[in-house]
T-cell receptor, first 114, second 110 residues
Framework: ETGVTQSPTHLIKTRGQQVTLRCSSQSGHNTVSWYQQALGQGPQFIFQYYREEENGRGNFPPRFSGLQFPNYSSELNVNALELDDSALYLC?????????????FGPGTRLLVL | DAKTTQPPSMDCAEGRAANLPCNHSTISGNEYVYWYRQIHSQGPQYIIHGLKNNETNEMASLIITEDRKSSTLILPHATLRDTAVYYCIVRVYTGNQFYFGTGTSLTVIP
């Protein structure tokens, strides 16, 4: 069984640029959630994708967008990067339809915006 | 918004039991208590969850009070590798998101 994987592991961008982060869900999972974790803080929910559609969103502006593909993998896109976007971005997968929808996290992508 | 309160930090001697408390006084009847931990700069790792009964697995035990307003995660024999930030989360059985607070930073001391 393959766990949740994310790419790249690290990324450096400059303010105003755009970035795409990728996530492959755990085998058998059909739902992907994205979280942002600033230094010293707990993860903050960005949004969730189920059946290739956004299915819930946290308090993040529209320049944070995503996609889910038929194989359940997902992308997080951030436009017009700001310095405060520097964070660890975490992807979690789960199975919608299970009695308990436990989320399993990937190792994260660390983004630095200069 | 996080619905839980945890102490910011705790120490535990290696080999002793680590007892991590969590208050969730506004928990609803259909909300589960989940525990995750995060070792430095890695993704959070699922530990255990429960609704009203005490639970035990190979990693830990979860004790939930009868009124469900608080719980305790117990690591029976803490090792140095248990040093991490531990998050207590309440959530409906299926839903959009987990609300993470700032967690408890557990340091296991040799």
């Amino acid at each position: 069984e393959t766990g949740v994987t994310q790419s790249p592991t690290h990324l450096i961008k400059t303010r105003g640029q755009q970035v795409t982060l990728r996530c492959s869900s755990q085998s058998g999972h059909n739902t992907v959630s994205w979280y942002q974790q600033a230094l010293g803080q707990g993860p903050q929910f960005i949004f969730q994708y189920y059946r290739e559609e956004e299915n819930g969103r946290g308090n993040f502006p529209p320049r944070f967008s995503g996609l889910q593909f038929p194989n359940y993998s997902s992308e997080l896109n951030v436009n017009a990067l700001e310095l405060d976007d520097s964070a660890l971005y975490l992807c979690a997968s789960s199975y919608r339809g299970a009695r308990l929808e436990t989320q399993y996290f990937g190792p994260g992508t660390r983004l630095l915006v200069l | 918004d996080a619905k839980t309160t945890q102490p910011p930090s705790m120490d535990c001697a290696e080999g002793r039991a680590a007892n991590l408390p969590c208050n969730h006084s506004t928990i609803s009847g259909n909300e589960y208590v989940y525990w995750y931990r995060q070792i430095h700069s890695q993704g959070p790792q699922y530990i255990i969850h429960g609704l009203k009964n005490n639970e035990t697995n190979e990693m830990a035990s979860l004790i939930i009070t009868e009124d469900r307003k608080s719980s305790t995660l117990i690591l029976p024999h803490a090792t140095l590798r248990d040093t991490a930030v531990y998050y207590c989360i309440v959530r409906v059985y299926t839903g959009n998101q987990f609300y993470f607070g700032t967690g408890t930073s557990l340091t296991v001391i040799p």
